[in-house]
């Protein structure tokens, strides 16, 4: 077992410029260290280290509720997937990381903490062909929070897919599987 780069991250809970396309552009292909500290180096770190030692690697992302995890994560997929584009893939990694807000709604609750906290936890696994393009992933959840839902604390709330659903009930894809009206701090079928 070797321990490679460590990066401890701090969420500073609001938008910074320091994720968009002109940074990921600036991370790929450079040497650990020559750049300061950022997620973008560790993940370009691992696809350099995949593409030169042809072994698979691992990104672990790990802190408490609202460290930005589920952000962290995020970033590392897009920037997999903007220094891996080719005009053929293009489709598949539009379509790896579409795949995230689905999981969100599904897995996401607003906590006191977080209103869009992951409450489960999550293995992606990614894969890249000879050329070290994305031709797929693979999400795999477990520690699902299954008590959140029938009980919610004060200020929280279900999983979000349960308010997408009431929201669309009148839509007439929904109708037969009558949905009814849900409250701010408790779902309510009615």
Known sequence: LVVGIILVAVNPYKQLPIYGDAIIHAYSGQNMGDMDPHIFAVAEEAYKQMARNNKNQSIIVSGESGAGKTVSARYTMRYFATVSKSSSNAHVED??????????????????????????????????????????????????????????????RNYHIFYQLCASSTQPEFKHLKLGRCQEKNLLFI
């Open 95 to 156: 379509k790896v990381l579409a795949s995230n807000p689905i999981t969100e709604a599904v897995g996401n609750a607003k906590t006191t903490r977080n209103d869009n906290s992951s409450r489960f936890g999550k293995y992606t696994e990614i894969s890249f062909d000879q050329s070290y393009q994305i031709i797929g992933a693979n999400m795999r959840t477990y520690l699902l929070e299954k008590s959140r839902v029938v009980f919610q604390s004060e200020n929280e």
